[in-house]
C-alpha cells in the first residue's frame, strides 16, 4: 500500500471542521485551541479539520495561520489525522499555506475552489494541479463547494495526480454526491460536507466519512452515529439526525451558524470563545433563546 493510499484509508468516519476561537481583544486564543484540539482527540475522535470556514480562517494573517496550524499539530500529532485548512483567494497563497501544513506536520490540506475570482473549469484544474505538484509530500482534498464542481470532468483528470486523496462534497447535489462516490470512490476518499443528515446518503454510495461540526461541543452524539451506520442499523442513526442534528441546525440557522457553535461550545465549558468581524457574538437575548432551544431539545450538559 503506497503513502497515498494509507492516508485516503484513514480519512475516514467522522471528520470534525474545528472552530477557532479568539478573545474578547480579538486575539487567536493558543490556548483554547489547545484545548479543544486535545477535547477531540481524548473523545475519540480521529480526523480533525482545523482553519476551515468553521475555523474563519479568511479572517486570520498567515501568522496567525501558522500559530494555530502549529498548535493543533503538536497536540494531535501520532494521535489523529490532521486536514488542515489551506484554501484562498489565490493560488499562490493557497501553495503557500499547503506548504506550511506540510511544514507543521499536519497529513492532508483541504483546499476550497477560489473563493472570489476564477477563470472557469480549466482554471480549477490548473489551481489543484499547480498546487498538487508544488506540494509533493503532502495529500491534498479538493473542496467541491462550488457549481464549476460538478463537472466531473475536473476530477477524472485532478484523480491522476498522485497526491490528491480526496474530495469533501459540499455541493448540497445529492445526485452528485452519489455520481462521484461511484466513479471515484476506488481512487479518492470522497466524504461528506453536508453534516450526518448528507452522510446517510453517502454512506448507502460508499463514502467512507463525513464533516460536521457537533461533535465540536458533543462527539458522542457523531461517533453514536457513525457506530450505527456501521451495525447497519439505518434507524437509529436516522433518529439521531432527526433528534439532535436537525433541530440544533433549526437554531444554528436562525441566529446565525458560528455565533451559535461558538456560544454552545462556551455552554459547554469549551473555549468557544469570540468571533472576528463580519461575524458576530450572540446577543444577550439570543443567547437565552439558545438556552431555551438547547433545554427543549435535551442538548444542555
Known amino acids: ?63 496567525e495561520h501558522w500559530a494555530v496550524l502549529k498548535t493543533v499539530c503538536e497536540e494531535a500529532k501520532g494521535q489523529a489525522t490532521i486536514i ?36 472557469g473549469a480549466e482554471g480549477i484544474y490548473q489551481h489543484y494541479r499547480t498546487i498538487a505538484r508544488e506540494n509533493p509530500g503532502i495529500g491534498l482534498v479538493v473542496y467541491a463547494n462550488q457549481e464549476i464542481m460538478k463537472d466531473l470532468s475536473i476530477l477524472d483528470r485532478l484523480a491522476l495526480e498522485q497526491n490528491i486523496v480526496g474530495v469533501k462534497d459540499a455541493t448540497g447535489d445529492y445526485a452528485l454526491y452519489r455520481d462521484e462516490c461511484v466513479r471515484f470512490r476506488d481512487r479518492l ?74 456560544a454552545t461550545m462556551d455552554i459547554y465549558g469549551l473555549p468557544g470563545g469570540n468571533s472576528r468581524l463580519p461575524n458576530r457574538q450572540l446577543s444577550p437575548e439570543e443567547r437565552e433563546e439558545l438556552v431555551a432551544w438547547l433545554e427543549k431539545i435535551d442538548l444542555m450538559p
Open 189 to 262: 476518499a470522497i466524504v461528506g460536507g453536508g453534516s450526518m443528515q448528507h452522510y446517510l446518503w453517502g454512506w448507502l454510495w460508499g463514502s467512507p466519512g463525513y464533516f460536521c461540526s457537533v461533535a465540536n461541543f458533543k462527539p458522542q452524539v457523531e461517533l453514536g452515529f457513525t457506530t450505527y451506520l456501521k451495525e447497519g442499523n439505518l434507524q437509529a442513526a436516522t433518529m439521531i439526525v432527526e433528534k439532535v442534528e436537525l433541530p440544533f441546525f433549526e437554531i444554528a440557522i436562525k441566529l446565525g451558524w458560528w455565533r451559535t457553535l461558538k
Open 84 to 119: 488542515a485548512g489551506a484554501g484562498h483567494s489565490g493560488t499562490r497563497i493557497a501553495s503557500r499555506l499547503a506548504a506550511m501544513a506540510h511544514k507543521a506536520g499536519a497529513d492532508a490540506t483541504l483546499i476550497c475552489v477560489p473563493y472570489y475570482l476564477y477563470d
Open 1 to 63: 500500500m503506497s503513502q497515498w493510499e494509507e492516508l485516503r484509508a484513514r480519512i475516514a468516519g467522522t471528520i470534525v471542521p474545528m472552530t477557532t476561537p479568539f478573545t474578547d481583544s480579538g486575539e487567536v486564543d493558543l490556548e483554547g485551541v489547545q484545548e479543544n484540539t486535545r477535547f477531540l482527540v481524548d473523545s475519540g475522535i480521529k480526523v480533525i479539520s482545523p482553519l476551515g470556514s468553521t475555523g474563519e480562517f479568511y479572517t486570520m494573517t498567515q501568522e
